[in-house]
């Protein structure tokens, strides 16, 4: 038996540490992508909020233009100042939010 051959388990050893070496680099490797994929769930969770927050401040724009606007300034003077146009006269409550005018003839 001079002729026979030991066991080839260097194929073996070899192939054993491929296959530790391989999963731990799919371990190593789960860590950052779970964390990308978290970042991401989280992007696009501010890109709903950030909408959200953009359609907010555009009416509140809409409401300033609104007070700034070519009568913005004549509804504010009128209700809040007791501003009147030649020809009108305001009437006051106490109480009442807001003014009522009413033209004279």
Do not use: K
Request: glycine share 12%.
């Amino acid at each position: 038996m001079a002729d026979a051959r030991p066991p080839r388990s260097g194929r073996v050893v070899r192939a054993g540490l491929a296959a530790v070496t391989l999963s731990v680099g799919v371990g190593l490797a789960a860590i950052p992508v779970g964390n990308w994929v978290d970042q991401r769930g989280d992007l696009d969770d501010a890109r709903v909020r950030r909408a959200a927050l953009q359609a907010e401040i555009d009416a509140i724009e809409g409401d300033i233009d609104g007070i700034l606007g070519p009568d913005g300034f004549d509804v504010a003077a009128r209700c809040r100042s007791f501003y009147v146009e030649p020809g009108e006269e305001l009437y006051a409550v106490p109480g009442l939010q807001g003014c009522v005018t009413h033209p004279t003839p």
